[in-house]
């Protein structure tokens, strides 16, 4: 019987997509017989994953799992919405967050080669997922955010997974106040939490557009200054979420639900599902004839 080598592995992996693994058992069952590994892979499924790795997965969810002190938010990519929604998909998010969470693995990357608690890499437990969903899945991101019993996790899911949130009030076991800041996040999608989080170069670059605007409007050089820093104002209302008006209570400051809750906001993270990700505008007619000619 003929040794399998970690290089015929790696051969395997690359021409198949198949997890490694999956591709070790493949070469141990076919005695190292690369072709016959192959039928091996394709007869049980598991090939077709390198087929769809070229695809854009633009869909997917956003899962939030809070244990304890523990807590992450993460996004899985599929390429359709229908997929997102599937069971087989959804468990596979939830497996991802509970591993991601024991774990706490420093980036994307170290996450695809940690292993999971059957025993297989996690890159391998996508593959497989590719190989009965049928479409391109990809693990994009994710957080974790660690608390004291003193502080408070907020998790909101909004649109089944469109959007995720996760905030972390420090001070206040609050959670109540603590979900309702996420929401409040999900719904105006701020960029940070306070003022001192802004850098001065993006204060500089607002507040000379605002100058420019207000002498183009023809107003006296001796208001413009002050107009300009009221002007700063409303960015700050923007762009910082303890500066924007409660969305459950406008009367209210962000800032002041926070501190009625006795908390501090000390971190958010909010994810929308394929912000940033070009999603391919396939020309139909184009598709086709490549394949008409392709035969």
């Known amino acids: 019987m003929a040794a399998v080598t970690a290089q015929m592995v790696k051969e395997l992996r690359e021409k198949t997509g198949a997890g490694m693994m999956d591709c070790k058992k493949a070469l141990t069952q076919t005695d190292g017989d690369m072709e016959a590994a192959i039928d091996f892979l394709?007869?049980?499924?598991?090939?077709?994953?390198?087929?769809?790795?070229?695809?854009?997965?633009?869909?997917?969810?956003?899962?939030?799992?809070?244990?304890?002190?523990?807590?992450?938010?993460?996004?899985?990519?599929?390429?359709?919405?229908?997929?997102?929604?599937?069971?087989?998909?959804?468990?596979?998010?939830?497996?991802?967050?509970?591993?991601?969470?024991?774990?706490?693995?420093?980036?994307?990357?170290?996450?695809?080669?940690?292993?999971?608690?059957?025993?297989?890499?996690?890159?391998?437990?996508?593959?497989?997922?590719?190989?009965?969903?049928?479409e391109k899945i990809t693990l994009r991101r994710f957080e974790v955010l660690e608390k004291t019993d003193s502080d408070a996790f907020g998790a909101y899911i909004h649109m089944g997974g469109r959007i995720g949130v996760l905030t972390l009030l420090e001070g206040s076991t609050d959670d109540a106040v603590a979900k309702d800041v996420a929401m409040h996040i999900a719904a105006?999608?701020?960029?940070?939490?306070?003022?001192?989080?802004?850098?001065?170069?993006?204060?500089?670059?607002?507040?000379?557009?605002?100058?420019?605007?207000?002498?183009?409007?023809?107003?006296?050089?001796?208001?413009?200054?002050?107009?300009?820093?009221?002007?700063?104002?409303?960015?700050?209302?923007?762009?910082?979420?303890?500066?924007?008006?409660?969305?459950?209570?406008?009367?209210?400051k962000v800032r002041e639900v926070v501190k009625s809750a006795g908390g501090e906001l000390k971190a958010f993270v909010r994810y929308a599902v394929g912000e940033g990700i070009e999603k391919r505008e396939d020309n139909f007619a184009e598709e086709v004839m490549n394949q008409v000619k392709g035969n």
């Open 42 to 134: 394709r007869e049980k499924g598991l090939s077709s994953a390198a087929k769809k790795a070229d695809r854009i997965a633009a869909e997917g969810s956003v899962a939030v799992e809070v244990e304890g002190n523990k807590a992450v938010i993460l996004e899985v990519n599929a390429e359709t919405d229908f997929v997102a929604k599937n069971e087989a998909f959804q468990q596979l998010v939830s497996d991802l967050a509970a591993h991601i969470l024991k774990e706490q693995p420093a980036d994307v990357e170290a996450a695809l080669s940690s292993t999971m608690e059957n025993g297989s890499a996690v890159a391998d437990h996508i593959s497989n997922a590719v190989a009965k969903i049928g």
């Open 188 to 252: 105006l999608n701020p960029k940070y939490i306070s003022r001192d989080q802004v850098s001065e170069e993006e204060v500089e670059h607002e507040r000379k557009v605002l100058t420019e605007q207000a002498l183009n409007e023809g107003k006296p050089e001796n208001i413009v200054a002050k107009m300009v820093e009221g002007r700063l104002g409303k960015f700050f209302e923007e762009i910082c979420v303890l500066d924007q008006q409660f969305v459950k209570d406008p009367d209210k």
